[in-house]
Nanobody, 120 residues
Framework: QVQLVESGGGLVQPGGSLRLSCAVSESIFSFDVLAWYRQAPGHQREWVASTPRWGSNRYSDSVQGRFTISRDIAKNTVDLQMNSLKPEDTGVYYC??????????????WGQGTQVTVSS
């Protein structure tokens, strides 16, 4: 059973930084896409950033230029460096891994989430 475990969340002041990490039980290169999503109170879960096995990383407009997603080969993690944090970045952050099967179907795996609160 594939497991994804997030860590690194917490309380930070506006303008501050946090680094989230997602530990993956399988090789990070077994996933076609690794991504971060977030869910604010009263809102639907939204995509934040993704890193494909091949190609360029992508970011939502709301975090472009402030967040950086990366794969750490040595630690087998996918990390999210968050800078210049804003109160609207508050929410539960989830790690997601997607695997494409030979049949064309996709398998999606989710972590349990880590809380990020941006407040003064």
């Amino acid at each position: 059973q594939v497991q994804l475990v997030e860590s690194g969340g917490g309380l930070v002041q506006p303008g501050g930084s946090l680094r989230l990490s997602c530990a993956v039980s399988e090789s990070i290169f077994s996933f076609d896409v690794l991504a971060w999503y977030r869910q604010a109170p009263g809102h639907q879960r939204e995509w934040v950033a993704s890193t494909p096995r091949w190609g360029s990383n992508r970011y939502s407009d709301s975090v472009q230029g402030r967040f950086t997603i990366s794969r750490d080969i040595a630690k087998n993690t996918v990390d999210l460096q968050m800078n210049s944090l804003k109160p609207e970045d508050t929410g539960v952050y989830y790690c997601n891994g997607e695997q494409m099967m030979p049949t064309g179907s996709k398998l999606n795996y989710w972590g349990q989430g880590t809380q990020v609160t941006v407040s003064s």
